[in-house]
């Protein structure tokens, strides 16, 4: 048996006499954390109004499951996610983001799972409770999961190709991090830590990094069917985050801005987490030098980026639960930072009570306006399919002024009334240095005909949104 295997069996049986039975207490966790993210998984339903990216995911796997093939046409993301939502889609007569949306649920319930065995793999029985409650209260994680999007699932296949690794399966590792590249394509970084893994076995490293591209393949077959179209989206997804994006215009540096989305999500606990991601880097046991190398190479490849998005952050959380756990003493202090991560997280679901600003107008549009009316809309609004519907196009650094965004033109166009949204022009406004004309646009709809107007204030949830008339 190894030095290693033999100290956590150590740990195992001692954690087990003091901590109590360490599966009632991940069953306890896995229902906390399941409680948590269930509150507000039907917010905006049935529009996906809780992030934009569900409308390109949902839908297309809906159509797989009701005679559309398995071809999605678009890459900007991997398919497994679609693949693995498109038999919850059966049932519905219409793509069902409330399935869609519990698959992503399950997936980030079982990425607490892994992230205990992680830590239990990596520094023992309690370090595994901490980086599973580290991933269970992390504000980013809590609402992500409710999203029938790509970066919890992400995060589940990070947690479980490092745990491979740290238990020395190293083939294993390499197809687990195929599929985890099949939900979102930065997983690739895992071939670093892997290498680490393996460092000196040369063939075994090969062999096990062969897999990676292997199983991404079998889990995206259509990625090498379309390989130019597919590389295509890829870049321009890239390019797309070191430009930035609307709304971080006025962020610090790159480094600076993404460690202040880890305190806003992980809280006061982060600082034993790189305090541990610091005794890593000295100590350097196996998992040590596994966890280091893939916490910094994964952050290494944020800094090209002007996008601060907090889920890009994400496939850090386990990894640095696992690395605060690695002080067993501090195990009672970390678990009760872990309070303020658990209050900012039950904060944020509130809101998701209640019904959003957009749903409502949604609502006072079907009954007010005439059928076939042409509405020109922000992103981030529902339009109901009774009108016609223009959208405007999101602003962005570097991307081209739409030229709808302009009243003359719209009436050229015939466009009846303007849908307007907070989610869009409040970060316009803030930013008005770097989008004169769309804020000049907004400035010039205010002075309009407005028929309607809702604000997220009692028992209404969201932005405001606002209807005019031209």
């Known amino acids: 048996m190894h030095p290693d295997a033999r100290d956590r ?7 087990e006499s003091r901590w109590g039975n360490r599966w009632l207490a991940l069953f306890a966790l896995l229902a906390g954390a399941a409680a948590l993210r269930l509150v507000g998984v039907q917010y905006g339903l049935p529009f996906p109004l809780l992030n934009p990216d569900e409308e390109s995911i949902v839908p297309r796997s809906w159509q797989m499951s009701h005679g559309g093939g398995l071809d999605p046409n678009w890459f900007d993301y991997p398919s497994l996610l679609m693949y693995v939502a498109a038999p919850f889609q059966h049932w519905a007569d219409e793509p ?7 698959v992503v649920v399950v997936l980030g319930l079982a990425g607490i799972a892994a992230a205990w065995w992680l830590g239990d793999r990596a520094y023992g029985t309690m370090a595994g409770f901490i980086a599973a409650a580290v991933t269970a209260v992390e504000g980013t994680h809590v609402a992500y999961s409710r999203m ?9 296949g990070v947690t479980v190709s490092l745990a491979l690794m740290v238990s020395r399966r190293l083939p294993a590792a390499g197809v687990a991090i195929g599929l985890a590249a099949s939900f979102k394509y930065p997983a690739f970084i895992l071939l670093v830590p892997l290498v680490v893994a393996g460092w000196g076995a040369w063939r075994r490293i090969a062999l096990s990094a062969a897999l990676a591209p292997l199983a991404f393949l079998a889990a995206n077959p259509y990625f090498a069917v379309h390989l130019a179209e597919a590389l295509g989206d890829v870049r321009r997804v890239q390019r797309l985050g070191r430009m930035g994006w609307l709304g971080f215009e006025d962020d610090p540096a790159t480094p600076v801005a993404f460690l202040e989305r880890l305190w806003e999500g992980i809280g ?16 350097r046991s196996h998992a040590d030098r596994i966890l280091a190398a893939f916490v910094l ?6 800094l090209p980026l002007d996008a601060h998005f907090d889920r890009y952050l994400l496939p850090l959380v386990p990894a640095l639960g696992a690395l605060a756990g690695r002080f067993r003493a501090l195990a009672p202090v970390t678990l009760l930072l872990l309070v303020v991560p658990l209050v ?10 209640r019904t959003d600003t957009r749903v409502v107008a949604h609502e006072w549009m079907e009954k007010n306006l005439t059928p076939g009316v042409l509405v020109a809309a922000d992103s981030s609004t529902a339009v109901p399919e009774t009108l016609r519907v223009l959208r405007l196009a999101l602003p962005g650094p570097g991307r081209r002024q739409d030229p709808e965004r302009d009243l003359a033109r719209l009436r050229e166009l015939d466009v009846g009334y303007v849908l307007v949204t907070g989610a869009v022009a409040d970060r316009v406004l803030a930013a008005r240095e770097h989008y004169p004309r769309e804020a000049r646009f907004y400035d010039q709809l205010r002075r309009g005909n407005r028929r309607f107007y809702r604000d ?12 005019y008339e031209l």
């Open 297 to 302: 190479a994964y952050f290494v490849t944020l």
């Open 456 to 467: 997220g204030v009692g028992k209404l949830a969201g932005p405001w949104v606002a209807l």
């Open 148 to 156: 029938a999007v790509t970066d919890v699932p992400l995060t589940l």
């Open 96 to 102: 069902s983001y409330l399935a869609a949306r519990g």
């Open 268 to 283: 006061p606990a982060l600082l034993i987490a790189l305090a541990g991601l610091v005794a890593a880097l000295v100590a």
């Open 344 to 353: 900012w997280s039950i904060r944020e679901t509130g809101p998701l009570t």
């Open 9 to 15: 069996d150590i740990n195992h049986l001692a954690a």
